[in-house]
C-alpha cells in the first residue's frame, strides 16, 4: 500500500467507488482503503443455484439515471421486475388476491387509505431535501414517529397494518423508531410513498441481468492499485493540511479524504481531534435497519402458471407472539428463467424475532407461509438461502440507517458538513433517493466535487 496520496477515500461501497474514480478522472492522487476483502458495500452478487442473485441492493427505477448510466457504460443488461398476476394480501390471517397495486379493500378503508397516500404527499412537498430541519413545523414532526403520524393521520387499523409493512420494507425498521420528519424527507427524497413501494414506475422495477453488485465491481477494476481491500481504517489524525490515516495495515498521509461510510461505521473510528459532539452524536444516532434477504428455490416457476404474480404482502396480527417471517415476497426468477426463485425479506421486528430462532424452525416457517399464499408446490423448495446484513461486520444492517426521532433537528444541519479536511458520504448523506444506490453515487459525486474545488 502506497504511504500516501493526494486524497484518501475510506469505504469502496458504490459512493467510496465513485469518488475515486472522479478523483482519478480529473488526474488526483487518489487511494480507496476498503475494510472488507470484496468491495460494493451494501451491494453484493453471489452465484445461487447456478446463477447470479443479489445479497444486498438490487432494484433500479427509470428515474434512477445514475445507475442507468452506469448499466449502459459497462454493458449490463436491465429487464422488469416480474409482477403480472395475482398478488397475495395477508391481513389478520386472512387471505384475498388482487391484481393491482392497492389491494381490493371495503369502501371504508379504500377511503381511508387514499387519503393517507394524500395527506403523505401534501406532508412531503413541504420538506426541503437540502434542509430538511427548516420544515415548516420541523420540531413537532420530529419529536413524533411515525407511528404517532399514521395516529394523526387519522388511519384505521386495516391502513394502519398495510401503512406499518409500507414501513417496515423501506427501512428494515418499526414506525415507532423512525422519526416522522426523517420519513417525510426520505419519501420527498424518492419522489412519494408509492414510488418506494411500487414495481411499476417505483423503485422496484427493474434488475440488472447480471446483478446490481456487479457494478461496484467494474468500477473497482478501474481503480486497480489504487484500492486496497482488506484494510479497516481505526483512526484518523489531521492537523492543518495533513491526514494521518492509521489502518490495519500501517499508516497512510493526504491531503482530504473522504468518508463513503454507514454512519455507524463513520463514528467508531477514533478521530484527532475529536469530532465535534454535535457530529459525533449525530453519527452515534442513526439506527441501521434489520433486513435480511431470504432466497427460496423451485424446479418451476409454478405461480406464474398458477396465475399469481409471486408477490405476497403480510401484515402483523396485532399481539401476535410469533408473526409470520416474512413480510413481503416477490418474484425474483432469473431473466431467462432458468433459475425460478421467490424472494422474502424477513424485516423490522419479525425479522429480530425469526433472526434468533433456529434455522430449521425459520425454514419451516417459510416454507409453510409460502404454502399458505400460492399452494402446495411452494412446500418443496430445491434450496433456501438467507442473508442476514445484520451479520456483516461493516454494515451491521440493511437497507439504511434511519433517524430516530428528535436526531434531524438537533443534529441534522451536521450531516453533510466537512469536518476539516474530512468530507462525508454515503447514501444517508444523499438528498436525491437518500437510501438508495442511486442516492449513494449521489452522495459520491458530491463529495468527490467538494474536495475538487479545494485541490
Excluded at 187 to 203: M, P, V
Excluded at 340 to 361: D, K, N, Q, S, Y
Aim: hydrophobic share 40%.
Amino acid at each position: 500500500m502506497t504511504d500516501c496520496a493526494d486524497v484518501v477515500v475510506v469505504g469502496a461501497g458504490l459512493a467510496g467507488l465513485i469518488a475515486a474514480r472522479m478523483l482519478r478522472d480529473k488526474g488526483v492522487d487518489v487511494i480507496a482503503l476498503e475494510a472488507r476483502d470484496r468491495v460494493g458495500g451494501r451491494t453484493r452478487v453471489e452465484t445461487l443455484q447456478g446463477a447470479p442473485f443479489d445479497l444486498g441492493g438490487q432494484w433500479i427505477s427509470s428515474r434512477h439515471h445514475r445507475m442507468r448510466d452506469l448499466c449502459e457504460e459497462f454493458g449490463l443488461q436491465t429487464f422488469p421486475t416480474f409482477h403480472t398476476g395475482k398478488k397475495v394480501l395477508d391481513l389478520d390471517g386472512q387471505l384475498s388476491t388482487h391484481r393491482h397495486t392497492i389491494p381490493s379493500l371495503p369502501l371504508w378503508s379504500l377511503w381511508t387509505l387514499t387519503r393517507t397516500l394524500a395527506k403523505s404527499e401534501r406532508l412531503r412537498r413541504k420538506v426541503p431535501l437540502d434542509a430538511p430541519w427548516e420544515t415548516p413545523d420541523a420540531a413537532r414532526l420530529d419529536r413524533m414517529s411515525v407511528a404517532d403520524l399514521s395516529r394523526d393521520f387519522g388511519m384505521n387499523r386495516t391502513v394502519q397494518a398495510l401503512f406499518d409493512v409500507a414501513v417496515r420494507t423501506v427501512f428494515g425498521a418499526e414506525p415507532s423508531e423512525i422519526s416522522a420528519l426523517y420519513f417525510a424527507f426520505y419519501l420527498n427524497a424518492s419522489g412519494g410513498l408509492r414510488r418506494l413501494i411500487e414495481i411499476k414506475d417505483g423503485a422496484q422495477e427493474r434488475r440488472i441481468a447480471s446483478g446490481a453488485g456487479e457494478i461496484g465491481k467494474r468500477l473497482a477494476a478501474e481503480l486497480g492499485s489504487s484500492l486496497v481491500t482488506g484494510t479497516p481504517v481505526r483512526r484518523i489524525a489531521h492537523r492543518d493540511s495533513n491526514i494521518l490515516v492509521e489502518t490495519s495495515q500501517g499508516t497512510m498521509s493526504a491531503r482530504l479524504a473522504i468518508l463513503a461510510l454507514p454512519p455507524k461505521q463513520a463514528a467508531a473510528i477514533e478521530y484527532d481531534p475529536r469530532l465535534s459532539p454535535g457530529k459525533q452524536s449525530l453519527l452515534d444516532g442513526f439506527r441501521m435497519g434489520t433486513t435480511a434477504k431470504v432466497f427460496v428455490f423451485y424446479r418451476d416457476v409454478f405461480w406464474r402458471d398458477a396465475g399469481f404474480a409471486g408477490e405476497a404482502t403480510c401484515a402483523i396480527t396485532p399481539g401476535s407472539s410469533a408473526p409470520q417471517p416474512l413480510t413481503w415476497v416477490v418474484d425474483n426468477t432469473t431473466l431467462d428463467g432458468k433459475v425460478p426463485c421467490l424472494l422474502g425479506f424477513r424485516v423490522g421486528a419479525p425479522g429480530r424475532h425469526w433472526r434468533a430462532r433456529p434455522e430449521a424452525e425459520r425454514h419451516a416457517a417459510i416454507t409453510a407461509q409460502l404454502v399458505r399464499y400460492f399452494g402446495p408446490k411452494a412446500g418443496s423448495p430445491v434450496a433456501i438461502v438467507e442473508h442476514d446484513w445484520a451479520d456483516e461486520e461493516w454494515a451491521a444492517g440493511c437497507p439504511v440507517a434511519g433517524m430516530p426521532p428528535g436526531l434531524m433537528t438537533t443534529h441534522g444541519h451536521l450531516l453533510r458538513d466537512a469536518v476539516g479536511p474530512l468530507h462525508f458520504a454515503g447514501t444517508e448523506t444523499a438528498e436525491d433517493f437518500c437510501g438508495y444506490m442511486e442516492g449513494a453515487l449521489e452522495s459520491g459525486e458530491r463529495a468527490a466535487s467538494e474536495v475538487l474545488a479545494i485541490l
